[in-house]
């Protein structure tokens, strides 16, 4: 970490910006109204053609880089975005917002119904990756981009790439896609469904109307992320950071104590200061939209097939030790975008972090992506 | 399937002993008499040889072969164990009792307490491995058995042929240790964890004083048990036996309905049913007994020398796709026992079914097994 640029965007502040044209949802469900709440860094070059869009992952949010009045913890993207870094805000235009749906600003369940009766809560429609690059392109003509010089996302943003590339194949010149996949596994879905499980069984959570009645399903939600961040780690990853640490208690032969390893404290921890922070109806909605998500279902389920109608160039990265969103699943996707003729740089990372990797400072794929950020940039003039 | 021998020990019944000398278990609390629920077929010889002591995993019990009056579901090990079958009841005496702690039996939480007051429940006390190791010895003697031809268990019933080959070196032969492990790793814990606190943040869990307030915490015993039944999956056996099958809905557009895998409506049943027939304490206290098991923790954290104290030869079997017990956690084994002396053999079974291979037909490990029992037998003269 020592030799890690400290460079910051320094003090953000969230925007704001209210669309009144109804959003048609994929469910077939209008959204009458919608807000938008998210972060720019940089400038906008002469020629529009530096502006970069980030797509967050499931529980993340439109707070990318920089740090807010009064707060000490920067942005999720800190170690990227910024001046002199990877995604460098002295050339490029960054915007993210945050998806509608969740619980960061954006509509979603904790927001007023239009009518100001109620919060949405379990009302809210469903929303699917499609809907939120639907949203990402009306903000984009508020801004006046005509053309990303790149789209990039990791995790469920790797998705909202994917969808971009196929639904607005010339708004975009490349996509970034890191520690994604075109579809979930059995596997994976199965982890969803016991974390959602987690929170409906959860008696607080009141089939979804917590917030009228002030009773928070905290218990089931904490649950439903411990589960979740367990799997964003590698096995070898928790051997090195706890192994088999105690927290509390003895192993001494005459001894009936509890004994508490310190992963379990960990994770507990972690669980909880989840569930003080987000809302359960927003999270059931968000694991369902990753759950659904396949990118070929609409091309004969041929992944080769939907690249055809892309015109971005592509990186895609994956890393050695994430189990969640395995790098089989990212050569899959590669294999699928050279057959359809794309050009596609491709980086399996040794990185023993797991699905998190992306997120922590790994000099490797810093490499990469500033590797193919110059490429972006010079088309760019960036 | 189809050349699997499909003889079987046919109809059987499980035995009981009631031992009223009090077990002092490892925590320092003293048991003053327990039970043992148990079953045995096949013969012991007249050299009394032949027996072979089966440990049962996690939520498994003593009904290992065979059916019960009335029952159309035989033994957890019907494909392994019964006449002609690797551990083949014409040559060997196999005997395997329930662990105290459990709830099919044998003494454990759901049993009276001695004075008849009300059942243990919560206050049963903590119970490890070698308390289970101690139950089997004492019903050893019972049964005039003075050393086993070999004691064979997988998973956490492999942590207990371990311990027989520690605690008591000279009572046993062989030990076969299957998709097992000298300790769990951090992210094993973990998950173990997350189970617990399902069942623990279920209002139904008073406490663990729900039988005797008549609400059961089937909700977080379901979730826990749909965490663990996961993990003993391979992701590619999912893959296979589910993939992103649908079990209702549809992802036409405009459809707002819910949309449900298969694989959720599959865990979501294995999940009801277990919690319908298993005791939420017990699940507590076994999977603690799991989580503290630390073969070399009295020998300095160095099993080579634990290893130096058994005289048995050893079998040793992983399965490639099994991620809670994997092969590098075998390999450690077999490597501790080989430097210390001891005879082992190792295999390292291609199988796609994930850590539950074990209890399936799997032609390689069934030729695996079969060649290693007739060295047993001639030991035996079986």
Chains 1, 2 share one sequence.
Not at 35 to 47: I, K, M, Q, T
Not at 87 to 114: E, H, L, M, V, W
Not at 139 to 147: R, T
Request: net charge negative.
């Amino acid at each position: 970490m020592s030799e890690w640029p400290a460079d910051s965007v320094g003090l953000v502040q969230p925007q704001q910006r209210h669309f009144d044209t109804p959003l048609m949802l994929a469910c077939g469900i209008e959204l009458p109204s919608y807000e938008l709440v998210y972060e720019c860094y940089g400038a906008l070059n002469a020629e529009r053609s530096n502006a970069i869009l980030i797509c967050h992952a499931l529980s993340s949010d439109h707070h990318v880089a920089g740090y807010y009045e009064g707060e000490s913890k920067p942005g999720w993207w800190e170690v990227y975005v910024g001046p002199g870094k990877a995604f460098d805000t002295n050339r490029f235009y960054i915007i993210c917002a945050n998806n509608i749906g969740g619980c960061s600003g954006s509509t979603g369940p904790t927001s007023q119904k239009p009518d100001g009766s109620e919060p949405y809560g379990p009302d809210f429609p469903p929303v699917r990756v499609r809907d939120w690059v639907h949203c990402q392109q009306q903000l984009m003509d508020v801004l006046g981009i005509e053309q990303w010089a790149a789209v990039v996302g990791s995790s469920l943003g790797g998705m909202q790439v994917l969808r971009w590339a196929l639904e607005y194949p010339e708004a975009m010149r490349h996509g970034i896609v890191l520690a994604s996949a075109m579809k979930l596994t059995a596997q994976n879905i199965a982890f969803n469904e016991i974390a959602r499980r987690a929170i409906t069984a959860d008696p607080d959570f009141t089939n979804g109307r917590y917030l009228e009645r002030g009773t928070m399903p905290n218990k089931g939600l904490a649950i439903a992320r411990m589960i979740g961040h367990l799997t964003y780690m590698s096995d070898d990853l928790m051997a090195l950071k706890f192994g088999r640490d105690l927290y509390e208690g003895s192993f001494e032969r005459g001894q009936a104590t509890d004994v508490r390893f310190q992963v379990e404290s960990y994770l507990r921890h972690q669980g909880d200061k989840f569930a003080d922070s987000f809302d359960a109806n927003s999270y059931l909605l968000l694991t369902r939209a990753l759950d659904y998500f396949d990118l070929a279902r609409e091309y004969n389920d041929d992944p080769m097939q939907a690249f055809k109608r892309a015109q971005a160039e592509f990186l895609v990265v994956s890393f050695s030790s994430d189990w969640r969103f395995a790098p089989a699943r990212s050569r899959e996707m590669v294999r699928a975008m050279l057959g359809a003729g794309r050009r596609v740089s491709y980086a399996e990372i040794n990185a023993p972090q797991g699905h998190d990797a992306f997120l922590l400072p790994v000099p490797r794929f810093d490499a990469v992506l500033r590797g193919y950020l110059q490429r972006v940039a010079a088309g760019a003039r960036a």
